[in-house]
């Protein structure tokens, strides 16, 4: 049974850090695609980051310099590091996991990040 537990979030002021972790089991987590999603109210889910199986990473414009991904294969977790964060990152953040072999595509069941002061 694939499994994507995150957990990190929580509520933080305008320029406040956070930083989210996923935890995973039930897959080859080191060649998995690794990415960090969110859904904000009234919107549709979409990209924050991604981490290839090799430590290549891509950013959504609107978090670009602000945002890290990282991923610690031993461990099976992918991090999200959010650093000067703004109200307009409050959404649910989901992970995902994506088999480049297989195409399939898991989901975690998200974590609330709210920034507001």
């Known amino acids: 049974q694939v499994q994507l537990v995150e957990s990190g979030g929580g509520l933080v002021q305008p320029g406040g850090s956070l930083r989210l972790s996923c935890v995973a089991s039930?897959?080859?987590?080191?060649?998995?695609?690794m990415g960090w999603y969110r859904q904000a109210p009234g919107k549709e889910r979409e990209l924050v980051a991604v981490?290839?199986?090799?430590?290549?990473?891509n950013y959504d414009d609107s978090v670009k310099g602000r945002f890290s991904i990282s991923r610690d294969n031993a461990k099976n977790t992918v991090y999200l590091q959010m650093n000067s964060l703004k109200p307009e990152d409050t959404a649910v953040y989901y992970c995902?996991?994506?088999?480049?072999?297989?195409?399939?595509?898991?989901w975690g069941q998200g974590t609330q990040v709210t920034v507001s002061s």
């Open positions: 995902n996991a994506r088999n480049p072999n297989t195409r399939r595509v898991y």
């Open positions: 981490i290839t199986s090799d430590g290549r990473t």
């Open positions: 039930g897959i080859i987590f080191s060649i998995n695609v």
